[in-house]
C-alpha cells in the first residue's frame, strides 16, 4: 500500500462518497454513475484513483464492472492512525 495514494484518493469527496456507497455491498460501475451529478467519464477517472490506492477491487462479471471495497486496506490505515494517535493497548 503506498499510503501517499491512499491519502491523496481520500482527500475528494467524491471518492469518500463512493466508499460510503461501496459499505454497504458492491455496486456496478453503472449504479454507481447513477447516484451522482457528474459524468460517467469522471466517475470512472474516481473509482480509477481508488482502485489504484487498493481501496476498491473490481470484478468484470460478463458486460458490467463491479466495484467493492477493499477492507485490507482500510484496515491498515485504521491502524496507522491509531498507531500516530497513540492508541494501542498498552496504555
Known sequence: MSLQKTMKALSD????EILGMLKSGRLSAGEIV?????TGASISRHLSVLKDAGL????????????????????EIMLWV??????????
Open 56 to 75: 476498491v477491487r473490481d470484478m468484470r462479471e460478463g458486460q458490467f464492472i463491479f466495484y467493492e471495497l477493499n477492507a485490507s486496506v482500510l484496515e
Open 82 to 91: 491509531s498507531d500516530l494517535k497513540g492508541d494501542n493497548e498498552n496504555e
Open 13 to 16: 469527496p467524491v471518492r469518500r
Open 34 to 38: 447513477d447516484h451522482f451529478t457528474i
